[in-house]
């Protein structure tokens, strides 16, 4: 059972275009959405989370737009960069629950040419 | 600040063989994670342990996978024996404990190639 669906699987974006990456859940008692990035040969790095009690979250060039009605959220990358080209995960944790555990979107491959 | 760190980085073994991976996790993390990563199932929780003690395993695959963490700085991930579907990239992470605030940090793996 995918608990964390993610699309698209690929997404090739020209330089200074938006990066969008979206991602849905299940389960109403996940309470924290993190993304994670993730370079070739690297371990995943935390980029940014959110928590359902907002509705968007920025950090630089990176955004989460979060709909909890929906139960869907986003990432959002301005001005892509061919540095941002990397393996981008959605995930989500129940904080009440095994709040340890993180399930992790299938991961979506971003290329951001020149 | 040394992160994670994890050995082998690559190892490549036959069907049969006994793999040992290990990690070092970042002082002062209590929580120490075990991952697997396919292209199929994408990235899997194996393992977690918190205070050296495992607290769940509901992840490990089958009784031919076995974990330990002796003391606060090192674990590792036993596969016996290997299996070719073993083929993996295994990652390691720590975090202090504190549930869903506290970050996971993830070493940068191991790619294991079982022939």
């Known amino acids: 059972q995918q608990q964390v669906k993610q699309s698209p699987q690929s997404l090739i974006v020209q330089k200074g275009g938006i990066s969008i990456i979206n991602c849905a859940y299940e389960?109403?008692?996940?309470?924290?959405f993190p993304w994670y990035q993730q370079f070739p040969g690297k371990g995943p790095a935390l980029l940014i989370a959110i928590r359902p009690d907002v509705s968007e979250k920025k950090e630089g060039r990176f955004t989460i737009s979060f709909n909890k009605s929906a139960k869907q959220f986003s990432l959002h990358i301005m001005d892509s960069q061919p540095g941002d080209s990397a393996t981008y995960f959605c995930?989500?944790?129940?904080?009440?629950?095994?709040?340890?555990?993180?399930?992790f979107g299938k991961g979506t491959l971003l290329t951001v040419n020149p | 600040d040394a992160g994670v760190i994890q050995s082998p980085r690559h190892e490549v073994t036959e069907m049969g063989q006994e793999v040992t991976l290990r990690c070092k996790p970042i002082s002062g993390h209590n929580s120490l994670f075990w991952y697997r990563q396919t292209m199929m199932r994408g990235l899997e929780l194996l393992i977690y342990f918190n205070n050296n003690v495992p607290i769940d395993d509901s992840g490990m695959p089958e009784d031919r996978f076995s974990a330990k963490m002796p003391n606060a700085s090192f674990s590792t991930l036993k596969i016996q024996p290997s299996e070719p579907r073993d083929s993996a990239v295994y990652f390691c992470?720590?975090?202090?404990?504190?549930?869903?605030?506290?970050?996971?940090?993830f070493g940068d793996g191991t790619r294991l190639s079982i022939l």
């Open positions: 995930a989500a944790i129940n904080s009440g629950g095994s709040n340890y555990k993180l399930t």
């Open positions: 992470a720590s975090s202090k404990t504190g549930g869903s605030n506290q970050p996971q940090h």
């Open positions: 389960n109403t008692a996940f309470d924290y």
